[in-house]
């Protein structure tokens, strides 16, 4: 069943939820760097959306209200709690994400994940509905070697939904078919969602996605058997790039905070 939106607030672009009163400015401003950083990159257009656990309470996350990535600004940010709630009265009219029940069904299933960003990312979809895998060929996509399962939302809503995660209980199916280790997800025909640790981490690793798919795409055009990463080089290079993830934030960072 398709839940009901009600309209926003017409001040709620210029206005700060009180819900991130309390939150660190450097947080606020890591989230929108997330969503500007990853539209630019084209792996978000005007849907999509980028969450992070809020430090300061792991039983909630912080997100922007329903508005198109690379628009995102501080002041659309609020505080949703693990059933993707507004956790103040003044949000309760705010617009939200349709999907966020993907954010906040991940965050209860993986109290490991701090960060999750869901996109349609476009070189990604056609593995959604291929028999081929994507597997990871790129060193910096090692951690696509710690699975990359397959949501059929056919198997728990039949033959008639719109593909989209709009309630409680499909997050809950997704989360479960993302498993404890994946750090990415496929939605057949929709996209993917991916995980991290850390909001930099999980930034990283929804780029490398679409890297990695476009590289194996072009070596499926070239044709012959590809020499895909075994399992040990993908653990290996997955764990190198939780720490060097570090250096290409700091330059999306830069990038984005310049032009605000």
Known sequence: ???????????????????????DRDVLDDLVVANRTLANFGILDAFGHVSVRDPKNPKRYLISRSIAPESVIASDILTLDLDSQPVHPDDRDTLLYRERFIHGEIYKARPDVNAVVHSHSPTVVPFTVT????????????????????????????????????TPDLGKQLART??????VILM?????SVVGPSLPNAVF?????????????????IGG???????????????AMLRASARPWALWRKKVMSEL
């Open 205 to 221: 690793r929804a780029y490398y996605t679409e890297v990695n798919a476009r590289q194996q795409i072009a070596a499926l055009t």
């Open 225 to 239: 058997p590809i020499n895909f990463m075994t399992k040990a080089e993908a653990k290996t290079s997955s764990d």
């Open 178 to 183: 993302l498993g404890k280790n994946a750090a």
């Open 1 to 23: 069943m398709i839940e009901s939106v009600r309209p926003r607030r017409s001040s709620a672009a210029t206005k700060p939820s009180p819900s991130v009163a309390s939150v």
């Open 131 to 166: 028999r081929s895998k994507l597997r990871p060929l790129l060193h910096n996509a090692g951690f696509l070697g710690l699975g990359v399962p397959l949501f059929e939302i056919r198997k728990c809503a039949g033959h008639g939904t719109d593909l989209m995660i709009l």
């Open 188 to 192: 057949r025909g929709h996209g993917n």
